[in-house]
């Protein structure tokens, strides 16, 4: 199974995508935790790369796929084979807001790449951590990139409700003004009905 968590940054994502990977671990499931770009060589070299250059949205959108190429093939694909549970922080949704939307890079040019980029296997089920931008902006604080431009926030954060739209049957919008706890609930409660499993 690949479980995938999105949303803007302050939505507490990264935070969910760890606790449902402890929670998993001590339930006995075999299962990896990854992010999006990362957690490969060639992949966390690359996250510094987009980091620390400020580049044109082509470059940028086909370094992100560089490096979702590697940590699928790497990484996701061996894990899927040996039966474990993948969990990643950010996959191909957070392309198509950031770069298509965000970024105003043509739509039809970011899904081409992102399927490329992940063979064709989507996740099997996705997590949006929706939170109004003011929200998100108080808990970044001081820890703010260059991707955290209000205006361009904005257009991600809607762009992200609009795929959600689109995309029912895989991903799941979920109140992240909530507290920790309530948040957690609400992913495991659908992972038990979407899949039947004992959490």
């Not at 109004?132 to 604080?141: D, H, K, V």
């Amino acid at each position: 199974m690949l479980i995938t968590f999105e949303g803007i940054d302050g939505s507490g994502k990264s935070t969910q995508a760890r606790r449902l990977y402890e929670h998993l671990k001590n339930m006995g499931y075999k299962v990896s935790l990854y992010r999006d770009p990362g957690s490969t060589p060639l992949a966390e070299k690359i996250r510094e790369l987009v980091l620390d250059f400020e580049t044109d949205p082509t470059t940028e959108l086909l370094l992100f796929e560089t490096a979702r190429s590697s940590l699928v093939w790497e990484r996701v694909f061996p894990d899927l084979k040996e039966g474990k549970i993948v969990i990643i922080d950010r996959f191909i949704d957070s392309t198509v807001a950031y770069q298509g939307y965000g970024r105003e890079i043509n739509l039809g040019t970011v899904n081409i790449l992102n399927h490329i980029a992940i063979r064709g296997r989507k996740p099997d089920i996705t997590f949006l951590l929706n939170v109004p931008i003011e929200i998100a902006f108080q808990r970044l604080g001081s820890k703010k990139t260059r991707f955290e431009d209000k205006s361009y926030l904005r257009r991600v954060r809607d762009a992200y409700i609009l795929i959600a739209h689109q995309e029912k049957e895989r991903i799941v919008l979920i109140d992240a003004t909530k507290s920790e706890e309530e948040v957690f609930s609400e992913i495991i409660k659908h992972l038990r009905e979407r899949f039947q499993i004992s959490l």
